[in-house]
């Protein structure tokens, strides 16, 4: 017992030791792999919300969480785009570097719709709830529409 415990804390040890090293020296290609795990997450709560305000699938109290799920996600997006990270197959526009005012009130706008669709998620009427989701829907487009190339 005692050693298997000695086992967990050295892996833990060296796990932290690793990670702390790695936020010193983020990569340029993993800084681009982690923004697409975020965007990505973005995608998943956007999917499954969609489908709950569509009544697709039963809400019991899961549309409120994937909002928030929205709202966490969201609040990362001003960390996610460090410069000289459009590097592989990223399809960051030099935009979001060169019109860094512009790119800041998209990121803001995104933050400003994802909080309204928590509350309206929270407390509002279906009418409500579908006017704060497509407003979201349109602020990832915004964004996407000037900083991000498109694939085809
Ligand atoms: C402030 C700008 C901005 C906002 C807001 C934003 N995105 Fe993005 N998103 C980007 C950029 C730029 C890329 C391209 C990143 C890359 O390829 O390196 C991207 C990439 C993506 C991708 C990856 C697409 C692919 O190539 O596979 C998905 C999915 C995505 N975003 C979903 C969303 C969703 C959903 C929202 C809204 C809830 C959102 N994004 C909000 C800028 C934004």
Known sequence: M???????????????GT???????TSAEDAADYRLAVMTSLRGHMTA???????????????????????????EVHRVFPEGSNVG?????????????????AIEKAENASAAFVAAAKSGGKDEIGGAFRNLGGSCRGCHDDFKMSDD
């Open 2 to 16: 005692q050693q298997k415990l000695i086992g967990v804390l050295a892996t833990l040890t060296l796990i932290l």
């Open 19 to 25: 990670s702390l090293t790695a936020i010193a020296e």
């Open 49 to 75: 919300a969609s489908m709950i305000v569509r009544g697709l699938v039963e809400d019991n109290g899961y549309l409120a969480k994937h909002a928030k799920g929205l709202e966490m996600s969201v609040s």
């Open 89 to 105: 197959e990223s399809n960051a526009l030099p935009a979001i570097w060169e019109d860094t005012d512009k790119f800041k009130a």
